[in-house]
């Protein structure tokens, strides 16, 4: 290649490196992307699909800032720049509207939800009324007065939104400068002024959210299984990992029954949801319970490891069981096919926490269930179990009592026990009949309806160590419980009055969880590998797909590992090979080690690490519907979740259809009468420039 050659090649790169510069600045200059955007997602199971979801390329409309439900009309009739992509007020996210929006979809592109600051009164919740109606322990063969919520409809306010489909994009946005910015870009170019139609250019919004699942979770599992020669996977099982604890260190690596062991189970759920993918606080319905079973083992602590008792306590966090009770069918199962450290025979009873935010309220519920409570033996067991709660909580100055003895159970991990066999368990709740809790599974149940608040002036250090009401009242819970498991292990009744939840311990935890995980207590607790996965937000209870760990495990892990466990006096070579010296083989098959990064030095990034000793291990929790493959399964949850490419949402002002045709026709002409001029330059060359090119025969 000559040196012309070579020249004209650098000349060509350097002509589409500022090209490639230049797109970039003007695609900046055209665009505004936005930040903190939160979709909602295709979730599919053994017979539907639900959620949402943008075309391949984004959906694109005409921004719309919808004042009122009569305000609806624009956007669905008179409009006259149709699609819009409709900005709803969090007050506006209401089923009547949604379900407009939805059937005048031709009409409508998107819906971005501006997310609260405060809570509606009236309550919402997006999820339905009878919530796992369908694996729970309720069906036509246990007891078909009881199945279908026919005797207690468990969420009133239930309005089934998360579980529609809707064939545009919805997104979540934070009320900051995002949500300005679009507000101020449709009131200077879209906003109607008496009555007269805005003039373009016109303020618009694209919306990215396709999924690549469609159908059903068979379906979509079947063309996992399709081998092409790039990754087929369109969609991935719902699950996590169980949790769980034991007071007496037990052979984890020796599957089955263990002769001579009875444990009882202390539950706790990890998850929750609401009807945006990254958005599930779970306040009420998942922190209220997770804090004060953890503070109830803390309390436990000493307590155990100085009295030999004759039961094992087995400290549970279920995951997945807003959808279908993912994490406890699937230890029911493996317990039932010997592949779990225990198996069904060891269980003696269960005592579930549930949704136990007091409110200001004085008084909890003991719910059984009745049809088990027919077999003698078990309504003796329960009664036991009732009346040592009963008298756990004499002097922590509120109440507990039982339901109607004719009432079911509400929604708990115990259905799935209870499914298996009869065994004795009770579940708090802190009602009696529907739940009182008005934000079931929705972006609303947060630290604000659990009444976690804070003085103005203090610091996110100080908050952290501040005690809340909250926080005293759930300690009391978790005071109760305490005495009761110990009660229940076997542990003397009058010693037992000496057990206490640490109302700190409870208020950094409920921090924690509902403000702020990211902070200091927490970073001294966790290993060095999970230090950067903690979030600068609230905590997030989705339990997300199998390929990922969520927040809350990784976080219920360290934290039961350093309120149940010991500090061990050994290497942090050794802490992390799992032994406790160059020698040891055993420990590993009975205790878990974690090298914790431990209290920061001052005035410096040194960290004094320490090992924790514990007896916490994670079990899966999968479905067991994806271990036998049947992904129609009547008997599991089959939920999956759909993949995707790219969540994203950017604004941008948008010329009229007359311009854009204008420019359009002038691009064409340019581009047409170039190719002629070149046509004609070619077709010409040799008389245009003959006359300075020299013969071909001249020699020199």
């Not at 390329?57 to 819009?84: A, K, T």
């Not at 999820?127 to 036509?140: I, Q, R």
């Not at 339901?403 to 009770?426: C, E, N, Y």
Request: aromatic residues 10%; hydrophobic residues 35%.
């Amino acid at each position: 290649m000559d040196l012309l050659s070579n020249k004209r090649i650098v000349n060509l790169l350097v002509c589409l490196f500022f090209t490639g510069v230049g797109c970039n600045s003007v695609e900046d200059k055209i665009y505004v992307n936005l930040n903190y955007s939160i979709p909602c997602v295709r979730l599919l199971n053994a017979t539907h699909q639900i959620g949402c979801q943008s075309s391949m390329s984004g959906d694109v409309g005409v921004l719309h800032l919808l004042e009122s439900e009569e305000n609806l009309d624009w956007v669905l009739r008179s409009g006259p720049n149709p699609p819009y992509i409709v900005i709803l007020e969090s007050t506006l996210f209401t089923r009547s509207i949604m379900m407009k929006l939805k059937n005048g979809s031709s009409r409508v592109a998107g819906v971005v939800v501006v997310a609260p600051t405060t809570n509606p009164q009236e309550g919402f919740s997006p999820h339905n009324t009878c919530p796992n109606e369908n694996t729970g322990v309720y069906s036509e063969d246990y007891d078909p007065t009881m199945a279908h919520c026919n005797v207690t409809v468990w969420n009133p306010l239930g309005n089934n939104l998360s579980y529609e489909e809707f064939d545009f994009p919805i997104f979540s946005l934070k009320d900051d400068n995002d949500t300005q910015v679009i507000r101020q870009c449709y009131m200077d170019h879209n906003r109607a002024a008496n009555g007269s139609v805005p003039q373009y250019p016109l303020c618009a919004m694209q919306l990215f959210s396709h999924m690549s699942a469609v159908t059903d979770t068979v379906t979509c599992m079947r063309r996992n299984s399709i081998n092409f020669s790039i990754n087929p996977d369109v969609c991935d099982p719902l699950g996590d990992f169980n949790v769980w604890a034991s007071t007496n260190p037990l052979n984890n690596t020796a599957k089955g029954h263990k002769t001579g062991e009875t444990v009882i189970i202390a539950a706790a759920r990890l998850d929750s949801r609401s009807f945006f993918f990254d958005l599930a606080p779970g306040a009420e319905s998942t922190a209220s319970g997770l804090v004060t079973l953890l503070a109830a083992a803390n309390a436990l602590r000493n307590f155990t490891q100085d009295n030999q008792l004759n039961r094992t306590i087995f400290y549970t966090f279920f995951h997945g069981e807003t959808f279908d009770y993912i994490g406890s069918s699937r230890m029911v199962y493996d317990m039932e096919d010997n592949q779990f450290v225990v198996d069904l025979d060891n269980v003696h009873s269960v005592l579930e926490i549930g949704q136990v935010g007091l409110h200001g309220d004085s008084k909890l519920w003991l719910h059984s269930d009745p049809v088990s409570r027919k077999n003698s033996s078990i309504n003796e067991e329960v009664m036991k179990l009732i009346n040592n709660l009963t008298s756990s909580a004499k002097d922590l100055n509120f109440s507990v009592e039982e339901p109607d003895v004719t009432q079911p159970l509400p929604p708990s991990s115990l259905q799935r026990f209870l499914l298996a066999r009869p065994i004795p368990g009770v579940v708090i709740e802190n009602h009696q009949t529907s739940f009182t809790n008005r934000y079931y599974q929705s972006m609303f149940d947060n630290a604000n309806y659990l009444n976690l608040s804070y003085p103005p002036d203090l610091t996110p250090e100080e908050q952290l160590n501040f005690v809340t009401d909250t926080a005293k009242a759930l300690t009391k819970v978790a005071t109760m419980v305490a005495r009761t498991l110990f009660v229940q292990a076997g542990g003397d009744e009058t010693q037992s009055q000496n057990i206490q939840a640490d109302d700190l311990l409870v208020s950094r935890m409920l921090y924690s969880f509902l403000v702020m995980a990211n902070n200091s207590w927490l970073q001294q607790l966790v290993s060095s590998e999970y230090a950067n996965q903690i979030s600068n937000k609230t905590t997030n209870f989705y339990i997300g797909v199998t390929q990922m760990t969520s927040e809350p495990t990784f976080l219920v892990q360290f934290l039961l590992a350093n309120l149940t466990g010991s500090t061990a006096n050994i290497t942090k070579e050794n802490c992390k090979n799992q032994k406790e010296n160059k020698d040891d083989t055993d420990s590993k098959d009975r205790y878990s080690y974690i090298w914790a990064q431990g209290a920061a030095r001052p005035n410096s990034t040194e960290r004094d690490g320490f090992c924790v000793r514990s007896t916490v291990h994670v079990s899966k929790a999968v479905s067991p519907a994806f271990e036998i493959k049947e992904y129609g399964s009547k008997n599991y949850s089959t939920w999956t979740e759909s993949r995707w490419k790219q969540i994203k949402g950017r604004i941008f002002l948008v010329a009229s259809h007359d311009l854009e045709m204008l420019t359009l026709g002038v691009g064409v002409g340019v581009l047409l009468t170039s190719l002629l001029l070149t046509y004609f330059v070619s077709s010409k060359a040799d008389m245009l420039f003959s006359s300075g090119r020299e013969p071909a025969n001249a020699t020199y």
